[in-house]
């Protein structure tokens, strides 16, 4: 298996439940990012880690929860959710070249989240 | 302040026509450039990336873009076109000091007709 794989692809949830979504990359990347993609909205950057420790935090609200247990896997952990957080909640890793990482990113195929 | 534009929200082509998608970026230095391709319910693909060297470059799919420094511009382009080349297109450009914002354009939607 390769690249980056993403589950569950499709998620429906209360706003009191507790769910988690799950990334692994297997392309030897140190950094993987979230992303949310809401309907006729920009791509939002949501968190990102490198070499497991947390570098960008667009001041997401804490009801979403990253975790990064090591540089192959990525999970956001979901509590509380409201009907607006519904949308394609996208992981991506990225490599570096010479040292610097340059915008490349490797997505996987989004986890589809339904907030009822 | 970094952007990424992409003036055209949607496009309709015929299947077989050449295809041209525009993309211009503002940007303290010269960025590191991609486009990325989004089927419908899935993730975003890269096409192509520009970092340094030739301004033509090729990517996957038979699409090509041309970095034009004097125009800011990175545009995309297709000879001919699939209707499987109906979907979203994002240009991107990420920094030369590394960092971890890419900047995303608000993307174009391409519809290709038969």
């Known amino acids: 298996e390769t690249g980056v794989t993403q589950t569950p692809r499709h998620l429906v949830m209360g706003m009191t439940n507790k769910k988690s979504l799950k990334c692994e990359q297997h392309?030897?990347?140190?950094?993987m990012y979230w992303y949310k993609q809401s309907a006729k909205k920009p791509l939002e950057l949501m968190f990102v880690y490198s070499l497991e420790e947390r570098v960008e935090n667009n001041s997401v609200p804490s009801r979403f929860s990253p975790e990064c247990p090591n540089s192959s896997h990525l999970f956001l952990h979901l509590h509380t959710l409201q009907p607006e957080d519904s949308a394609l909640y996208l992981c991506a890793s990225s490599p570096q070249r010479t040292g610097v990482y340059t915008g490349e990113l490797f997505f996987g195929e989004g986890s589809r989240l339904t907030v009822l | 302040a970094q952007s990424v534009t992409q003036p055209d929200i949607h496009i309709t082509v015929s299947e077989g026509a050449s295809l041209e998608l525009r993309c211009n970026y503002s940007?303290?230095?010269?960025?590191?450039l991609f486009w990325y391709v989004q089927s419908p319910g899935q993730g975003l693909q890269l096409l192509l990336k520009y970092f340094s060297g030739d301004t033509l470059v090729q990517g996957i799919k038979g699409f090509e873009a041309e970095f034009k420094r004097s125009q800011s511009s990175f545009n995309l382009r297709k000879p001919s076109v699939h209707w499987s080349d109906a979907a979203e297109y994002f240009c991107?450009?990420?920094?030369?000091?590394?960092?971890?914002?890419?900047?995303f354009g608000a993307g174009t939607r391409l519809f290709v007709k038969a």
């Open positions: 392309l030897g990347h140190n950094a």
């Open positions: 991107a450009v990420g920094g030369r000091t590394g960092g971890f914002k890419t900047i």
């Open positions: 940007y303290g230095a010269t960025p590191y």
